[in-house]
Every structure is written in structure tokens, then in C-alpha cells.
């Protein structure tokens, strides 16, 4: 079955580095997401992007996030300085067409210190 | 704007019993309503989804949900727990289409007795 592969699985960053997440979705889908999973808290959505551009983004993307589809097969999520607040797991994901749902990738977990 | 209540942050069944997540949702517009799963360190499974056409749906792992668009719910079922069941479980919504943004309620871990 088709995955959505994320990497690194763990990453440590001191604060206010800067750090790229990546993410390959699944080969014939259109939609890109970003989620983040603070610890012990709900997943929330941070952004969507499709025909390489942002669909939609919440109030948590700041001007310190970023998305990029570089070469046509990965995704990438970067946070230019990191806060402690940016701990968190960030989940990538992907949709083809109307109706199918999202394919969830393993997720990343960012710890900043 | 649209949200998802799970009450129950916890809930803990006997293995053999019966499973019951309770999932309301609030859309301003027809709702895709989906359930997913996460086991430990591990990302999110979806479990199953309501689109359109059959309010009761089916998933993976012998679980099902009913869409009820009286009550706003797309409560969890399954007839026996078993042990692998074990797991937080998300319900989410999107507005339209499926591929709009998701909406995730708080989640239930579930925990079973053995």
C-alpha cells in the first residue's frame, strides 16, 4: 500500500535554528498538508497546498513557516527560528481527488532546547 | 466554522465488550466525517470515513460508525474489544469535498481491560 514517508523521524534543534522537515507523499496525489501535534493535545492543521501554491494556512503559520515542493516528489516544512513552543510532532499528508481522505506519513518529532 | 467534540478523553472497555467513541460535530455545510487511529509513536490511520450515500460505514479492523444528522454524531462502534484495539482514536471533519482542511476533536485513548 502507498505511503507518505517523513524524515526525520526525531529531530533536536536548539532554539532559534532553523529546521526543514520533509516529506514525500504519495506519488499520484494533488493536496499537501501540514499537521502538528503539540504533546497530550489535539492534531491541528497548519497548512494545505496544491498546484504549488498555499490553499490555506492557519494562524499558527506564521512568516516563520514555509512550504516547498522542490522537486516534484518531496514537501517540505521549514520553521526559520524555532521557539520551545515549536516542540511538537508535525505530520505530513497527502490526498488525491475529491472524497478519499488523507494518507497520514509517521510523523516527525521536533524537540527545541 | 467547524468543530469536533469527543466526550470521554478516556474510555476503558473489558476485551470481549462493547467499543463506543462518541464523536458531535458542528458544520455550517454537509460534513465528511472521519475517524482515524494512533498507536503509540506512530502516525495517524485512517479508520473510516463518511462522504455521502450510507449513513452507516464501515472500517478497517471490524470497526463502524453511524452518521446521524439529527443528532450531529458519528459515534465509534465496535462489537468486541480486543486487545490490539488499544489506541487513541480522532474523529475529524472537513467541509466539503474531503480535502478541505481537517478539524480533529481532543481524541479518546482507549484502553482494554483484559
Known amino acids: 500500500e502507498p505511503e507518505v514517508t517523513q524524515t526525520p523521524s526525531h529531530q533536536v534543534t536548539q532554539m532559534g535554528q532553523e529546521v526543514i522537515l520533509r516529506c514525500v507523499p504519495i506519488?499520484?496525489?494533488?493536496?499537501f498538508y501540514w499537521y502538528r501535534q503539540i504533546l497530550g493535545q489535539k492534531v491541528e492543521f497548519l497548512v494545505s497546498f496544491y498546484n504549488n501554491e498555499i490553499s490555506e494556512k492557519s494562524e499558527i503559520f506564521d512568516d516563520q513557516f514555509s512550504v516547498e515542493r522542490p522537486d516534484g516528489s518531496n514537501f517540505t516544512l521549514k520553521i526559520r527560528s524555532t521557539k520551545l513552543e515549536d516542540s511538537a510532532m508535525y505530520f505530513c499528508?497527502?490526498?488525491?481527488?475529491?472524497?478519499?481522505?488523507?494518507?497520514f506519513g509517521s510523523g516527525t518529532r521536533l524537540t527545541v532546547v | 466554522a467547524q468543530s469536533v467534540t469527543q466526550l470521554g478523553s478516556h474510555v476503558s472497555v473489558s476485551e470481549g465488550a462493547l467499543v463506543l467513541l462518541r464523536c458531535n460535530y458542528s458544520?455550517?455545510?454537509?460534513?465528511?466525517l472521519f475517524w482515524y487511529v494512533q498507536y503509540p509513536n506512530q502516525g495517524l490511520q485512517l479508520l473510516l470515513k463518511y462522504t455521502t450515500g450510507a449513513t452507516l460505514v464501515k472500517g478497517i479492523n471490524g470497526f463502524e460508525a453511524e452518521f446521524k444528522k439529527s443528532e450531529t454524531s458519528f459515534h465509534l462502534t465496535k462489537p468486541s474489544a480486543h486487545m490490539s484495539d488499544a489506541a487513541e482514536y480522532f474523529c475529524a471533519v472537513s467541509e466539503n469535498f474531503g480535502n478541505e482542511k481537517l478539524t480533529f476533536g481532543t481524541g479518546t485513548r482507549l484502553t482494554i481491560i483484559p
Open positions: 506519488s499520484n496525489h494533488l493536496y
Open positions: 458544520s455550517s455545510v454537509p460534513p465528511y
Open positions: 499528508a497527502s490526498s488525491a481527488l475529491v472524497g478519499n481522505g488523507y494518507t
